[in-house]
Nanobody, 123 residues
Framework: QVQLVESGGGLVQAGGSLRLSCAASGRTFSSYIMGWFRQAPGREREFVAAISWSGSSTYYADSVKGRFTISRDNAKNTVYLRMNSLKPEDTAVYYC????????????????WGQGTQVTVSS
């Protein structure tokens, strides 16, 4: 059974930092692009960042570029999202997922999803 488990969310003040982790089990995803998405209340799920299987290519939404860093450790089957300079508008549930389609930023091109971890940024 494939499972993705996110962790590391929490409550942080604006300007603070968090590191999210996404641990995969049930199979290895070392050959897949992995992504992070987020969903705020009343809004659609949106792309945040993605990373190639080797880690040599990364992709970011304009809203997080320069503040967030995605990385992965294939030996641990884990993907990370380092979030710095957090803003109240970053408040959302953050999800990790496995990309199986062609497009990096499109939700429907991802298949396996975790249950999400809540990030709340206070002003």
């Amino acid at each position: 059974q494939v499972q993705l488990v996110e962790s590391g969310g929490g409550l942080v003040q604006a300007g603070g930092s968090l590191r999210l982790s996404c641990a995969a089990s049930g199979r290895t995803f070392s050959s897949y692009i992995m992504g992070w998405f987020r969903q705020a209340p009343g809004r659609e799920r949106e792309f945040v960042a993605a990373i190639s299987w080797s880690g040599s290519s990364t992709y970011y939404a304009d809203s997080v570029k320069g503040r967030f860093t995605i990385s992965r450790d294939n030996a641990k089957n884990t993907v990370y999202l380092r979030m710095n300079s957090l803003k109240p508008e970053d408040t959302a549930v953050y999800y990790c997922a496995v990309k199986i389609g062609a497009r990096v930023e499109i939700t429907s091109d991802y298949y396996y999803w975790g249950q999400g971890t809540q990030v709340t940024v206070s002003s």
